[in-house]
């Protein structure tokens, strides 16, 4: 089954705003000891970037081109992560990615949710 699954990816014109989610099956957090939950993006010709990581107590950091526009959260019951993406532009046009990292780095990867951005 897909551990990891991305949403509310979409098409939305420049200065607007999307949330996306990843959901992980059940006690998928706790059973596979996931420390850091972050989103990453990759771009057609581009490499694959960090967008923003949350730990798993709450703390937040973000790559500083989407600092101040987006803020990542989780809700570690839930087994629900979100990407709230404000303010956005065309060089936010990606497939998403929701990654998730065990105390011994071991990394756990969604589909992807593509997200489209038109001036």
């Known amino acids: 089954q897909v551990q990891l699954v991305e949403s509310g990816g979409g098409l939305v014109q420049a200065g607007g705003s999307l949330e996306l989610s990843c959901a992980a099956s059940?006690?998928?957090?706790?059973?596979?000891?996931?420390?850091?939950i972050g989103w990453y993006r990759q771009a057609p010709g581009k490499q694959r970037e960090w967008v923003a990581d949350?730990?798993?107590?709450?703390?937040?950091t973000y790559a500083e081109s989407v600092k101040g526009r987006f803020i990542i959260s989780r809700d570690n019951a839930k087994n629900l992560v979100y990407l709230q993406m404000n303010s956005l532009n065309v060089e936010d046009t990606a497939v998403y990615y929701c990654?998730?990292?065990?105390?011994?780095?071991?990394?756990?990867w969604g589909q992807g949710t593509q997200v489209t951005v038109s001036s």
């Open positions: 990654n998730a990292r065990t105390w011994a780095s071991t990394n756990y």
């Open positions: 949350v730990d798993g107590s709450g703390t937040t």
């Open positions: 059940g006690s998928f957090f706790s059973i596979n000891r996931i420390n850091v």
